[in-house]
């Protein structure tokens, strides 16, 4: 069993019960990244959809769930998850630093050749999985999955639009970036 706790702020994490060769790159290993916050609900939805669909073809896989400090019960339901998932690496930082920093730490520790990140909450299908693979194995480079639409609240939905606006805005003269607006809605740019 692979648990961690680390810090944010570290460059090292206390590994328990791991070998060292569990942290190098397979060649035939897809690993599965997902940062966590307060999500003990969805978590064993999550988890048991995505283990069937890479349980399928047969090929080695791994998910790695890092728990961004959450406040809940998150860390505690992923060590009983743990129990019935042999695939499943966990990792708790000691504190919130974050979607990002929760994504580079899990990427630190994945050892497949193929890494896919997901959000926790279920907004991205499980079952959608074996077509980002399958365009890697094709030999693309990258691979992303686009929304139809996506659930969100509105604060956030408005929160999104006002930072892309403000991003273009400041980035663009500053650094000499061409920006590009996509329309968003029935009115499309940034309104």
Not at 23 to 32: K, M, Q, T, Y
Not at 134 to 142: F, H, N, S, V
Not at 168 to 177: D, R, V
């Amino acid at each position: 069993m692979t648990i961690i706790n680390a810090s944010p702020a570290s460059s090292t994490a206390d590994l328990i019960q791991s070998d060292s060769h569990e942290l190098s790159v397979n060649a035939d290993v897809i690993s599965v990244v997902i940062p966590a916050y307060n999500s003990r609900d969805s978590l064993p939805i999550l988890i048991e959809k995505l283990d069937a669909v890479l349980s399928g073809p047969g090929q080695p896989f791994e998910i790695v769930i890092v728990d961004d400090g959450s406040s809940d019960d998150t860390w505690e339901c992923l060590k009983i998850l743990k129990q019935t998932y042999s695939n499943l690496k966990i990792i708790r930082l000691l504190r919130n630093s974050g979607q990002h920093n929760a994504l580079l730490c899990g990427f630190s520790l994945a050892k497949g050749s193929i890494v896919i990140t997901m959000d926790d909450d279920l907004q991205n299908p499980p079952e959608e999985v074996p077509k980002l693979i399958a365009a890697i194995q094709k030999g693309y480079d990258l691979a992303i999955g686009a929304y139809d639409s996506k659930q969100h609240s509105t604060g956030r939905n408005v929160g999104g639009k006002t930072d892309r606006c403000s991003s273009a805005a400041n980035l663009s003269p500053a650094f000499g970036f061409p920006t590009y607006q996509f329309p968003s809605g029935p009115q499309g740019g940034c309104r």
